[in-house]
């Protein structure tokens, strides 16, 4: 049986205190929803992640203008992923670098990855968010993270989890940029049963 744990605590309130689970033997798999749980919805913009998202398109297209690079991360930074049960992040990006004259020189999900910075140095854990974690991992219970996200794909996630020193805590990351679909419906938390067993798989 899969338990959803979307809200391990309160939104803004950090988890203290050891972690229980009242019947252990029912819960195979916990499902974390990342932002409002272990790290917050939304990050401070700094000017320093400007210049780095249009240094990442100048590596995918050095031959475009500086001006044409800025414009399009300009543009994409202001992004908020409408309220559609979709992942709209594709289609957004298509109509962004067509309309800004990038369409030709990258792809779209190049342009995600460039969009998409670590959050290691950009965004702190909640206090107890470690703590939950590792007790899960103490109690034998694989965790997957599942987040509605706009750039952050699985693999960039993986990645921030391991740059924390958490990646052991984590059996797997769902992302609705990976699925399509994004929570709460129902196709997001529908994954084949062989993705729950290969993720569990590669993390033991």
Not at 11 to 23: A, E, F, Q, T, Y
Not at 38 to 58: C, G, K
Not at 181 to 193: G, N
């Amino acid at each position: 049986m899969l338990e959803k744990r979307s809200r391990i605590h309160p939104r803004g309130r950090p988890w203290s205190g050891p972690l229980r689970l009242r019947d252990h033997s029912a819960v195979t798999v916990v499902f974390i929803d990342v932002g409002g749980t272990l790290w917050p919805d939304t990050w401070p913009s700094v000017p320093a992640d400007r210049d780095q998202r249009i240094a990442r398109l100048a590596q995918l297209a050095p031959r475009r203008e500086a001006s044409v690079r800025a414009d399009v991360v300009d543009a994409l930074s202001t992004v908020v992923h409408p309220r559609t049960q979709r992942q709209e992040t594709a289609p957004i990006v298509a109509q962004t670098i067509q309309r800004l004259g990038l369409g030709q020189a990258v792809t779209v999900d190049s342009v995600i990855d460039a969009m998409c910075l670590p959050a290691h140095g950009r965004v702190e854990l909640f206090p107890g968010a470690v703590e939950l974690l590792t007790g899960l991992v103490q109690q034998s219970r694989p965790v997957i993270l599942v987040s509605n996200v706009v750039w952050r794909r699985a693999e960039a996630q993986r990645r921030d989890f391991a740059d924390f020193g958490l990646a052991d805590c984590i059996a797997g990351h769902l992302t609705s940029l990976d699925v399509g679909w994004r929570k709460p419906h129902t196709r997001f938390l529908r994954p084949p049963s062989s993705w729950v067993k290969c993720r569990l798989a590669t993390a033991s």
